[in-house]
């Protein structure tokens, strides 16, 4: 039985973000202390270990539910990826490509979630004095793949609108 390309995108992407995700998680939190920050362009990056028990940007970060809430998510999240996916034809690429990314970083966020209680974050971006809050690779995939959803939607929505 062949399987179809869209599957094999997903694999082979969702399988290199979660081990580029994992791996560097696994580094900075065997090589760092908490907290501890090394500068790799100044005024520009660090790598920054924190642990981030919320959402992004710390969000519901206090909340007692915020655990069952998110591995939740995750997992209706992935589920609704998949079934998304099953949905698309073969000959769309770039819509493959985006879920694929999303799925790869929603599962590298939920291993974090059921190992540890919350996701490890190192990569801390900021110019000069003005901080974005540190993330990490599965972040870095699903920011990619919604901006790549996007752009799918729109390059969709004017191929509708040509005569």
Not at 73 to 90: E, F, K, N, Q
Request: charged share 20%; net charge neutral.
């Amino acid at each position: 039985m062949m399987i179809s390309a869209r599957y094999r995108t997903l694999a082979w992407v969702s399988a290199i973000v979660l081990i580029l995700d994992q791996v560097t998680k696994l580094y900075v939190d065997s090589r760092f202390v908490l907290h501890e920050s090394v500068t790799v362009l100044e005024n520009f990056l660090h790598i920054t270990y924190v642990r981030n028990k919320g959402a992004a940007f710390g969000i519901l970060a206090d909340n007692a539910l915020r655990l069952p809430f998110f591995i939740g998510v995750s997992l209706v999240a992935c589920i609704g990826i998949l079934w998304y996916l099953h949905r698309t034809g073969d000959n769309q690429k770039l819509l493959h490509l985006a879920l694929a990314l999303i799925f790869g970083g929603a599962i590298g966020n939920f291993i974090d979630r059921v190992r540890l209680g919350e996701v490890i974050d190192f990569i801390y971006a900021h110019w000069y004095e003005h901080y974005w809050p540190a993330f990490n690779v599965a972040d870095s995939a699903i920011s990619v793949g919604v901006v790549l959803l996007l752009v799918d939607l729109w390059v969709e929505e004017r191929r509708k609108k040509v005569p």
